[in-house]
C-alpha cells in the first residue's frame, strides 16, 4: 500500500518562529488532507489540498502532486500551535479511504 | 448533533471482555471510518463505511474486530475478548456524500474518541 512520511518526527520552536513540516508520499493520491492534534487528542482539519497552495491565517499549505510531496508552513508560531501534525492521503479514486503519515510532533515554548 | 459523537468517552475493562464502541457521525454524512491511535502513535485505519457499498475491512487486525453500521448512519466497533495490546484511542469519522466518480475526497470529521484501556 501506499506510504506516507513526515519530517520531522519531532520539532520545538520558540513562540515566534516559522516552520515548515513535509509530507512524502509514495504513489499518486486523490485527496490530501493536514490536521492537527492538539494535546487533548482532539484532531482538527486544517487544509484539504490534492494540489496548488492554501493558506488560513498563519497557516499555509502547498501539495505538488506530480512530485508527491506537500508541505505545511506555520509562520509566527505560537504556544497553541503545539501537538501532533498529520497529513493524510487517499490512493485512488475508488475508494475515499485516507491513510495517516507518521506525524510530526510540535513543542513551541513561550 | 453538530459534530461526530462518540461513546463511551473512556472504558476500562478486564481482559477478555468484550466491549462495544458506539459512533453517531455528522447527519447527512455517507462516509464512516474508524481509527485506532496507540499512545504516541499515528492513525491506524481500521475500517470504512461508504452508504450502501460493501465497507472496506481491509484494516481490521484480527478477527476479534468487528464493525457494524445501521441504516448508513449510526455505527459500532465491537472488539471482543480483548487483550492488552488493545489499549487505545479509537477515532471515528464520517465525511459528506462524494462529489461524483473520479472527483477528489471531503474533508472529514473526527469525533472526540473512546479510550479504551485493557487490563
Known amino acids: 500500500g501506499i506510504q506516507v512520511e513526515q519530517s520531522p518526527p519531532d520539532l520545538i520552536l520558540q513562540e515566534g518562529a516559522n516552520s515548515t513540516l513535509r509530507c512524502n508520499f509514495s504513489d499518486s493520491v486523490n485527496n490530501l488532507q493536514w490536521f492537527h492534534q492538539n494535546p487533548w487528542g482532539q484532531l482538527i482539519n486544517l487544509f484539504y489540498i490534492p494540489s496548488g497552495t492554501k493558506q488560513n491565517g498563519r497557516l499555509s499549505a502547498t501539495t505538488v502532486a506530480t512530485e508527491r510531496y506537500s508541505l505545511l508552513y506555520i509562520s509566527s508560531s505560537q504556544t497553541t500551535d503545539s501537538g501532533v501534525y498529520f497529513c493524510a492521503v487517499e490512493q485512488s479514486y475508488n475508494t475515499d479511504k485516507l491513510i495517516f503519515g507518521t506525524g510530526t510532533r510540535l513543542q513551541v515554548f513561550p | 448533533g453538530a459534530g461526530v459523537s462518540q461513546s463511551p468517552s473512556n472504558k476500562v475493562t478486564e481482559k477478555g471482555k468484550d466491549v462495544e464502541l458506539r459512533c453517531d457521525p455528522i447527519?447527512?454524512?455517507?462516509?464512516l471510518y474508524w481509527y485506532r491511535q496507540s499512545l504516541g502513535q499515528g492513525l491506524e485505519f481500521l475500517i470504512y463505511f461508504q452508504g450502501n457499498s460493501a465497507p472496506d475491512k481491509s484494516g481490521l487486525p484480527s478477527d476479534r474486530f468487528s464493525a457494524e453500521r445501521t441504516g448508513g448512519s449510526v455505527s459500532t466497533l465491537t472488539i471482543q475478548r480483548t487483550q492488552q495490546e488493545d489499549s487505545a484511542v479509537y477515532l471515528c469519522a464520517s465525511s459528506p456524500p462524494a462529489r461524483g466518480f473520479g472527483q477528489p475526497g471531503n474533508t472529514i470529521y473526527f469525533g472526540e474518541g473512546s479510550w479504551l484501556t485493557v487490563v
Open positions: 447527519s447527512g454524512h455517507t462516509a
